[in-house]
């Protein structure tokens, strides 16, 4: 158990729209981030937040925006989904901004269908 | 553009017997590597890791060596157990526009290890 968690574990919803994932880092970690895994691709930087401000960005698309709330808890929403869209969404903490070893949640699967 | 290759989607080892995944990049200012594990169902944990200014690292059965001439590192699982059994993920630490850090991943390997 790293001590992330993520909610939900699966989700699936249909083209057009808009999710919301969860991530809660481990105690005492500042930095959330952000990733997404299509099939048989390795792990894509979405975005970072450290300590509630955006810290860095990656492939992140348009229709997708993050924050970070006082308590450290994350959110990822995903908006005019589309099928290629499906994928699993993993958040990892750190407790600096140094993107050296990162703890990982579980992932949260989203189908679009 | 993939950064960072694992051109190996899959391995298979004999129990007791030595695990080598390998795994290829193409930026040279990646300034840290490390090896995560993922087991189904689960998100990827950290492994091990070695700076740029390294050629080895080991940390019990597993040992990380650098290449930085070829661009290549492998990692190095001895003896290979059961529960070694999953996928293996590459990572490599460069730098965004801005200043911050970020991790590429490669595609993973998926490792089974035969009793």
């Known amino acids: 158990d790293s001590g992330v968690t993520q909610t939900p574990k699966h989700l699936i919803t249909a083209t057009g729209q808009r999710v919301t994932l969860r991530c809660s880092p481990r105690?005492?970690?500042?930095?959330v981030y952000w990733y997404q895994q299509s099939l048989d691709q390795g792990l894509q930087f979405l975005i970072q937040?450290?300590?509630?401000?955006?810290?860095a960005k990656g492939n992140i698309l348009e229709r997708f925006s993050a924050q970070q709330f006082p308590d450290l808890h994350s959110e990822l929403n995903l908006s005019s989904l589309e099928l290629g869209d499906s994928a699993l969404y993993f958040c990892a903490s750190s407790v600096g901004t140094s993107t050296g070893e990162q703890y990982f949640g579980p992932g949260t699967r989203l189908t679009v269908t | 553009d993939q950064q960072v290759k694992q051109n190996s989607p899959s391995l298979s080892v004999q129990e007791g017997r030595i695990s080598i995944l390998n795994c290829d990049y193409t930026?040279?200012?990646?300034?840290?590597f490390l090896w995560y594990k993922k087991y189904p169902a689960e998100g990827p944990t950290f492994l091990i890791s070695?700076?740029?200014?390294?050629d080895k690292n080991e940390d019990g059965r597993f040992t990380v060596f650098l290449n930085k001439s070829a661009k290549h590192l492998s990692l190095h699982i001895v003896p290979s157990q059961p529960g070694d059994s999953a996928v293996y993920f590459c990572?490599?630490?460069?730098?965004?526009?801005?200043?911050?850090?970020?991790?590429?991943f490669g595609q993973g390997t998926r490792l089974t290890i035969n009793p």
């Open positions: 105690s005492g970690d500042l930095s």
């Open positions: 937040y450290y300590n509630g401000e955006e810290r």
């Open positions: 930026n040279s200012m990646f300034d840290y």
């Open positions: 070695i700076s740029s200014i390294k």
């Open positions: 990572a490599a630490r460069g730098f965004l526009i801005q200043g911050a850090q970020k991790l590429v």
